[in-house]
């Protein structure tokens, strides 16, 4: 009897460590989610731990106040109205003239003081993704000077390349022979595209865009967005400004290496850029739909520098026989060695994808 309470005690130990561990993992799971709901909104923040925990709301509003007390939160407001926001734990930025730059002394200066204390896969990312924008601004957008910042936060890191150049749309049209300059982005989503194939694999900013949670390029009336892996977008603005405006975030914590989103896009067994995924709705203007035969070949172009092209086709709601046959028969038949992969497909565009494959 002596040696099973001896037992007990040893078991109820080894409980209340686990116990322990247990309670200090989810303060902090919860409130990194406190920092994730601010993100997202502002507002009700106590409510919506509470619905989301099923914790009491007392307990919601402690772990409110430890981050407000960290500094991570900034509240506003009273009682039942109070907002909270992100508190921007430190922000600076410099100004570089381009003449002679090196893209690893900005990143030796600037960067990597700054991203200090961050895990080192999280570093690695920056590392590579600020390199390869500012050697882009260095070597293409002929600005008298580049603009590189970071703002930091308690959940993510902020950071931006800007230049006052051409603008990198125009300058890919103008590159390539394109119509529009939103064909551009379209390019820019496939990879392998550079205008100086000389000195530039064309990987940079595909590459970018995927290691990051956000990629955005602001230039001109355009604005690419990519937000979150494979969502892709393509908008208009109003404003007109000179240059290109390049801005990235990440989370603090994020477990994403450069090398594995290279691998995703590699051939089996090889370090070749093989792979890309196109969104097809980036083919899309305003007030069109994919009928003809000539936005098919807008969209395959260059697809034959890859062994797997994957189309995307969420919001694409309808496509017409003739851009189906160019794409899925034409196409395919003049390049064998290129799988095409539809993914995404709603019931009319997989009908009619199978409909010329029959042909």
């Avoid at 409980?15 to 997202?40: H, P, W």
């Avoid at 850029?273 to 070949?297: H, M, N």
Wanted: aromatic share 10%.
């Amino acid at each position: 009897m002596q040696k099973w309470t001896i037992q007990q005690k040893k078991w109820t130990i080894i409980q209340g460590y686990f116990t322990f561990c247990g309670a200090m993992f989810d303060k902090e799971l919860i409130r990194n989610r406190i920092l994730e709901l601010v993100s997202e909104d502002s507002k009700r923040l106590s409510s919506r731990l509470v619905a989301e925990f099923g914790m009491s709301r007392q307990a919601a509003n402690n772990h409110i106040s430890s981050l407000v007390e960290a500094g991570s939160l900034l509240p506003s407001g009273q009682a039942r109205a109070r907002e909270y926001r992100l508190a921007v734990l430190a922000s600076d930025s410099r100004r570089y003239p381009r003449d002679g730059l090196a893209e690893d002394r900005v990143s030796r200066e600037f960067f990597r003081p700054f991203l200090g204390g961050l895990p080192p896969n999280v570093q690695s990312i920056w590392q590579y993704g600020t390199s390869e924008m500012v050697n882009n601004a260095i070597d293409h957008s002929g600005s008298e000077e580049i603009v590189v910042g970071l703002r930091r936060t308690a959940l993510y890191t902020d950071g931006w390349v800007i230049d006052r150049g051409e603008g990198i749309f125009v300058k890919i049209q103008k590159s390539l022979g394109l119509y529009d300059p939103r064909e551009s982005i379209l390019e820019l989503a496939k990879g392998k595209l550079t205008t100086s194939p000389e000195n530039h694999s064309g990987e940079g900013i595909f590459f970018t865009s995927k290691v990051f949670d956000r990629f955005d390029i602001v230039s001109g009336r355009l604005h690419f967005l990519h937000d979150g892996n494979p969502f892709e977008f393509m908008l208009e603005r109003d404003d007109d400004s000179p240059g290109t405006a390049v801005l990235m975030r990440l989370s603090n914590t994020s477990s994403r290496s450069t090398k594995e989103i290279m691998d995703q896009f590699a051939a089996p067994e090889a370090f070749t850029f093989a792979k890309t995924i196109v969104p097809v709705r980036l083919a899309l203007y305003e007030g069109e739909k994919l009928l003809s035969r000539s936005q098919a070949k807008r969209l395959s172009q260059r697809f034959e520098r890859f062994a797997n092209v994957v189309l995307d086709f969420e919001g694409v709601d309808e496509i017409g026989q003739a851009f189906s046959d160019e794409l899925f028969r034409v196409f395919a038949a003049a390049h064998p060695s290129v799988i095409l992969a539809p993914i995404n497909t709603v019931p009319d565009v997989e009908a009619m994808i199978e409909r010329v494959k029959a042909i």
